[in-house]
């Protein structure tokens, strides 16, 4: 039997079980407003930083666009001819990659008893590059000076090598970067370029059908050119209903390119705004000091008239700037005041007003172009021990270092396709054997008849500064271990002062197996020996 109490305590019971329930909904609410509000406040701080990084990333899409590098191109040209400190940068790029020259010969002369075969693809090589069009283009001191700040203006360099195929003959072109419009891949891989899209225009000579005078039209003209490397086995004369130059290719080379980019960045696109900001603050600081550098005088007077009057006379006297018109206000002028007037200067106390305060914008210019800012500014500084300057000046040796291998590796794939044409060419000047074929990416590689060797040979000097009489004694002391050939040494001394037409020199003395001839060898000893190899004596007597 339920009691009273029972009922009572059961009820109790119920209440405190539903109280209970309804208080753990209420927290569970909670829980789920201050996770929501929580992902709100989160959602909102992300917002605002994407908000920041969306206008980063549209800045940049706008700048690196087609038409947003054309116009960054300009600004560079522009400043590497008016900025004092951006020339100098690009310039220092310049001295540091080409300043020492480099020598490119093929290692093949033709001359080796060991492959009677061996064909001589040095004299196309060295053809090719003592002809003016190529001296004019890439190898002349000139064209060297300007595709190099080419690199550090635009980002690109494009070369079309017209070719006759008859011949083989190959004339090298430089096509503005402005005129490359577009750039086609195939479309499975984006790396693998086929044709540049140029876009340029022409003025056509007409002459009028009835009233027979001439006249100029200008046209614009979209044509297509082959990448190098892309040589399919059928060819169309068009793509896409635009003309193609088959026998135009284009080798490129780019720098500051990404991955999935069509077109490089200068090497000078960065500094752009912090050489002008360097401009701009010793313009300002030229200002300061300027202003400084004269007195201002003041003149007071008890009355109003009395200061005009005081003002005319001084005017009349001592006329400070004819073109300055009336009040004279610029510096060193003078100001005449009446009683209770003051005019004081802004207290210059603990400012900072020397030159060397613009020095870290200057610092930012070089680390863009990566040169010291010692050597970028003509001045090791303050803490400018000569141990210092040589301590930066290493890391931009390793840059001009990088630099020359990508040159090396440019000039390799256009005196590559000069072997080749010569090769493939009925009147060539080389034989080939076969001509290997990649159908599925359209590359091919021609192998030269006798197994000639193709390999061409860059050398660059050195980037370190010896001594000339240090290099010299190290070289002589290798010559005395009697561990290297005499070739070897020879190269090394000719590298060592400069010397251009090493391959000439080498040719000379060496016989046609490549065998180092001794000056002092007898004319009698040479005839011997050269009759002994099976060869005419007379002929080592020339």
Request: net charge negative; hydrophobic share 40%.
């Amino acid at each position: 039997m339920t009691t009273l109490d029972d009922t009572i305590i059961t009820e109790a019971e119920t209440v405190a079980e539903q109280r209970a329930a309804f208080l753990s909904d209420q927290l569970e609410a909670a829980s789920n407003t201050i996770e929501l509000l929580s992902e709100s406040a989160a959602a909102i701080e992300l917002s605002r930083e994407d908000a920041g990084w969306n206008s980063f990333l549209a800045q940049a899409e706008m700048d690196f666009s087609r038409e947003g590098l054309r116009q960054s191109a300009q600004i560079c040209r522009a400043l590497s001819i008016a900025n004092p400190i951006f020339k100098r940068g690009i310039s220092l790029r310049t001295f540091y990659i080409w300043g020492s020259g480099v020598q490119v010969a093929a290692r093949a002369n033709g001359r080796s008893t060991k492959n009677p075969d061996e064909q001589d693809v040095n004299a196309v090589v060295q053809g090719f590059i003592d002809g003016d069009e190529a001296k004019a283009a890439l190898f002349g001191a000139t064209a060297k000076i300007r595709n190099e700040r080419a690199l550090a203006n635009d980002g690109n360099i494009f070369t079309a090598l017209w070719t006759n195929r008859a011949t083989g003959a190959v004339r090298p072109r430089l096509i503005p970067f402005d005129q490359i419009a577009r750039v086609i891949s195939n479309p499975e891989d984006a790396s693998e370029r086929w044709f540049f899209l140029r876009q340029y225009t022409t003025q056509i000579r007409e002459t009028g059908t009835i009233s027979g005078t001439e006249r100029l039209r200008t046209e614009t003209r979209r044509v297509l050119y082959p990448s190098i490397d892309y040589r399919p086995g059928s060819r169309s004369d068009t793509y896409g209903g635009l003309p193609i130059e088959w026998d135009a290719p284009i080798v490129e080379m780019q720098v500051n390119a990404l991955d999935t980019w069509d077109f490089g960045v200068g090497d000078a696109f960065s500094v752009v705004p912090w050489s002008r900001a360097y401009a701009d603050f010793l313009t300002d600081w030229a200002r300061i000091v300027k202003a400084l550098s004269r007195f201002t005088f003041k003149q007071t007077n008890p009355t109003g008239r009395a200061a005009k009057s005081a003002e005319q006379a001084h005017r009349n006297a001592n006329t400070l700037d004819a073109t300055v018109p009336p009040p004279n206000s610029r510096a060193g002028a003078t100001a005449h005041l009446g009683a209770g007037q003051n005019l004081e200067a802004i207290s210059k106390s603990g400012a900072t007003i020397d030159a060397d305060s613009g020095r870290p914008l200057a610092a930012m210019v070089a680390a863009g172009l990566d040169v010291p800012v010692t050597m970028l500014l003509g001045d090791p500084g303050v803490t400018g021990a000569r141990a210092t300057a040589e301590t930066l000046d290493f890391p931009t040796e390793l840059m001009a270092g990088m630099r020359r291998d990508e040159w090396s590796d440019y000039l390799r794939r256009i005196l590559g396709y000069v072997i080749d044409m010569a090769a493939k060419a009925p009147a060539g000047p080389l034989r080939r054997r076969r001509v290997v074929r990649d159908n599925a990416t359209g590359r091919e590689y021609v192998e030269l008849f006798g197994d000639t060797d193709r390999t061409i040979e860059i050398t660059w000097p050195d980037l370190s500064e010896i001594p000339l009489k240090d290099m010299v004694t190290a070289i002589v002391e290798a010559d005395g271990t009697d561990k290297m050939p005499e070739v070897e040494i020879l190269k090394l001394l000719l590298h060592a002062f400069g010397v251009t037409d090493v391959d000439e020199i080498i040719e000379k003395a060496t016989d046609v197996d490549g065998n180092w001839l001794d000056r002092a060898t007898t004319a009698g000893q040479a005839a011997v020996d050269a009759f002994r190899r099976g060869e005419n004596p007379a002929a080592a007597l020339a």
